[in-house]
């Protein structure tokens, strides 16, 4: 059974815009209480102009939910963020730089939402991060929930799923849906996702890159000529573009095709989809909310 796993705020002790550096100049006055909040996105990143595309559609959403206030994005990939440093001359801020950035220029609190899907290992450092430099730095940070937190939103994104199956897809043609996946327990977000998925429509399935739910394992069950690979994943990077549809060797699209499957494989993120990215949002909404200061949407 799942349960809801809450966001967390972290107490006081006793860039700002999409690739960080000083693209953004942010006069937030204080509010009734004298603070400076902050929304800090928090996801992977990527190098890839689409994906980069995605994000910064996203943070558009989060500033029209919350305008007036200034939104900084944090990479968690080192690799990311040193390609994007040699690729387009920008630097853009680790997690705990980020949050020291913000409290340089007098922001606070900090309400940080990560771009993850699942409760796993990366949705964990992040939290560990936060409490670290909080605490440190005596500022509060709320970080919101990663989009599968409770069985709630396992069924939240059914429906999102279910509502943005490939236009081109006919009756019976089968839709793989293929996430990260996870070595935790947090695994068992995909299996109750697939499992409710193919309650509603038996030719929607859910594989993962890594964990026990490899393409492999559904292969039986696709019965179709032509199967539609849709990426489970918050942004288009490399795991799309490379690991799902790609056309080298070991790609997901040359696995079916080699079996003798026509495969069409998109290349987007789940996060351009509102259904998606509402969810992230009302998990934004409940981190806002937990710091107890009144702060609300707009």
């Known amino acids: 059974m799942l349960h809801r796993r809450p966001c967390r705020t972290y107490p006081r002790k006793g860039h700002s815009g999409l690739l960080g550096g000083n693209l953004e100049r942010v006069t937030t006055k204080a509010n009734a209480s004298g603070q400076r909040p902050a929304i800090l996105l928090i996801a992977y990143g990527s190098c890839a102009a689409r994906g980069l595309g995605v994000l910064h559609d996203f943070e558009n959403r989060v500033r ?39 409290v340089l220029e007098r922001f606070g609190p900090i309400i940080a939402q990560p771009l993850q899907i699942v409760p796993a290992t990366e949705n964990e450092v992040v939290e560990g991060l936060t409490q670290t430099v909080s605490r440190e730095l005596g500022v509060s940070v709320s970080v919101g929930a990663p989009l599968l937190a409770s069985i709630e939103d396992v069924h939240l994104c059914a429906s999102a799923m279910l509502s943005h199956l490939p236009e081109a897809r006919l009756m019976h043609e089968d839709v793989v849906f293929v996430g990260h996946g996870a070595s935790h327990e947090a695994q068992a977000r995909y299996a109750s996702l697939s499992r409710l998925l193919a309650a509603f429509d038996p030719f929607v399935h859910v594989a993962t890159l890594s964990g026990d739910m490899p393409l492999q394992g559904i292969l039986p069950n696709l019965s179709s000529k032509r199967v539609f690979l849709v990426p489970f994943l918050s942004s288009v990077g490399k795991h799309t573009l490379e690991d799902i549809a790609g056309e080298g060797p070991d790609s997901l699209k040359t696995f079916l095709e080699d079996r003798g499957h026509a495969c069409v494989a998109l290349k987007e993120g789940v996060l351009q989809h509102k259904a998606y990215a509402d969810i992230w949002l009302s998990h934004l909404d409940t981190a806002m909310a937990r710091l107890g200061t009144g702060l609300q949407a707009g």
Do not use: C, H, M, N
């Open 64 to 102: 029209e939910r919350y305008p007036g206030f200034p939104v900084r994005w944090a990479y968690t990939s080192d690799r990311i963020r040193s390609r994007l440093a040699l690729q387009v001359r920008r630097k853009s801020d680790s997690v705990v730089k980020a949050i020291r950035r913000l």
